[in-house]
């Protein structure tokens, strides 16, 4: 089995904290991904990480701050969100970034008041 | 711009009923079409195609793809209540992009 596991599963912030999302993988895999799925919405991709450095930033605010401390880690630091990040925030891993599957964790959910 | 494209958005069918789910799709630097199924809370794995004509199975649940015509198929044959979900299509092009997802309702 590819186990993802994410915490928080649930985070309620205010529009002035900062708050930070984990992601952990024990497989090895050298690509990791954040994505932010809102309500009745697919997947949207912020970020990917292939070998711990960051590869792809789909112009994502700065407010959203990724961190890949290492191979087996992958944080994303919140500061000053707005009530429209509220969604749910999903890491995904593939053994290489490029044409493999991905296999997702569980989510966090993140409300923003 | 790229797209993906599913059809249709949802479908309601009964209990051993068979469903074909469409995914159409226009991208630059094409690699793989993957599919998910996504009920309460992460998408999980299903397919994943690179080659034209070549179905993969799993159970009752198939696919294929098209190269030529830019589009895949999935086949859902005895629908159970189980299968109930959304199900997506993306396309690996470097990044991932998802269409918009299939939401299927199987009623017993």
């Known amino acids: 089995d590819t186990e993802v596991t994410q915490t928080p599963k649930h985070l309620v912030m205010g529009m002035t904290n900062k708050k930070s999302l984990k992601c952990e993988q024990h497989?090895?895999?050298?690509?990791m991904y954040w994505y932010k799925q809102k309500a009745k919405k697919p997947p949207e991709l912020m970020f990917v990480?292939?070998?711990?450095?960051?590869?792809i930033n789909e112009s994502v605010p700065s407010r959203f701050s990724p961190e890949c401390p290492n191979s087996s880690l992958l944080n994303l630091h919140l500061h000053a969100l707005q009530p429209e990040d509220s969604a749910l925030y999903l890491c995904?891993?593939?053994?290489?970034?490029?044409?493999?599957?991905?296999?997702f964790g569980p989510g966090t959910r993140l409300t923003v008041t | 711009e790229d797209k993906v494209v599913q059809s249709p958005l949802s479908l309601v069918v009964h209990e051993g009923d068979t469903v074909t789910l469409n995914c159409s799709y226009e991208?630059?630097?094409?690699?793989?079409l993957l599919w998910y199924k996504q009920e309460k809370k992460a998408p999980t794995f299903l397919f994943m195609l690179?080659?034209?004509?070549i179905e993969k199975k799993s159970g009752r649940l198939s696919s294929i793809l098209d190269k030529k015509e830019l589009f895949s198929i999935l086949n859902i044959t005895a629908t159970q209540t189980g299968d109930s979900a959304v199900y997506l299509c993306?396309?690996?092009?470097?990044?991932?992009?998802f269409g918009a997802g299939t939401r299927l309702t199987v009623k017993p």
């Open positions: 995904a891993i593939s053994q290489f970034n490029g044409n493999y599957e991905q296999y």
């Open positions: 497989m090895g895999h050298r690509a």
């Open positions: 990480y292939s070998y711990e450095k960051l590869s």
């Open positions: 991208v630059t630097n094409f690699r793989s």
């Open positions: 690179t080659s034209s004509g």
């Open positions: 993306a396309v690996e092009k470097g990044d991932m992009r």
